[in-house]
């Protein structure tokens, strides 16, 4: 029993070392992306860094009271809950200046800004349209 | 009285084992190439975090890689058997939990983005390959220890 657990160490220890090695080179092989740059983004998806060179409309997908706390500047509150009476505000926003529209909510899991921004683009087809990736913490 | 193994069984071994071993090759080689691709397939899952998916996307395909060929390689086989089985019960278990979920995710297995297969051709396909892995490990015993277990 000792000998066959020492064989399997054995052998996992050896696929373990070829593997680590495979990773190794892959690492090699993209050091530009590895390990804070390599970013996935989703097909509607922005991150802060290119979305801050759009100068773009933001909009706030967090609660009233973490907008009303800390937002970016000149940022809306819209909350799908009060959407009818908030949409309004957003189009006549854009009208005036149709810069690109960044939807942001609290954190990387959140779905909110997402499922905004498909709203979104329901009501303004003509709109460009994001959400953040990683949402409020890169903004903070 | 002791019992010859039949060649038969060795040799169905064998056969089981080179077809998982280009399986897994086959699934490892395309991703290895690109991993930000790979990175973005793990992605939709909706399962990991950035962090994540991006140590899953550079490890898995390299473990897919080195326990396929060590399915052939007598050194490290039983362990490689084993490990094939528990990539292949894993990948079964994303596939379940993705149906469940209601998600359409073209699989992209071996890599390839736009003729992935859907998530019950991939399951089904797991389940085919999961049955072989084990086989491969339960032909391990022969024919005196699984008499012995009957016995008991």
């Known amino acids: ?140 | 009285m002791t019992f010859r193994y039949p060649d038969w069984i060795k040799r169905l071994q064998w056969i089981a084992s080179v077809i998982l071993a280009g399986v897994f090759a086959t699934a490892a080689l395309p991703k290895i190439n690109d991993v930000a691709k790979f990175a973005l397939n793990i992605d939709q899952y909706q399962i990991l975090s950035s962090a994540g998916v991006t140590l899953l996307a550079l490890s898995l395909p390299w473990l897919e890689l080195v326990v396929g060929l060590g399915l052939l390689v007598p050194k490290v086989q039983k362990s490689s058997r084993r490990l094939c089985a528990a990539l292949l019960l894993l990948f079964t278990a994303v596939h379940i939990s993705t149906l469940l979920r209601g998600l359409e995710i073209q699989c992209a297995c071996f890599g390839q983005e736009n003729s992935g297969s859907s998530t019950v051709e991939a399951l089904l396909r797991n389940i085919g390959l999961l049955v072989l892995a084990i086989a491969i490990i339960n032909w391990e015993k022969g024919p005196n220890q699984q008499m012995r277990q009957n016995d008991n």
């Open chain 1, 1 to 140: 029993m000792a000998n066959a657990i020492k064989n399997y160490l054995k052998e996992l220890s050896i696929l373990g070392g070829f593997t680590t090695l495979g990773v190794t080179y892959s690492v090699w092989q993209a050091p530009n992306h590895w390990p804070h740059e390599f970013q996935i983004l989703a097909g509607d998806q922005i991150t802060y860094s290119d979305a801050l060179s759009l100068q773009p409309i933001w909009i706030d997908a967090r609660s009233i009271e973490a907008f009303e706390s800390d937002a970016l500047p000149d940022a809306l509150h819209l909350n799908p809950s009060n959407w009818e009476a908030q949409l309004p505000q957003l189009a006549l926003r854009w009208l005036e200046n149709p810069s690109p529209i960044v939807v942001y909510c609290q954190s990387e899991q959140c779905k909110s800004s997402h499922e905004i921004a498909v709203e979104l683009r329901e009501h303004l087809p003509e709109a460009e349209i994001y959400s953040l990736q990683g949402g409020w913490p890169p903004i903070k």
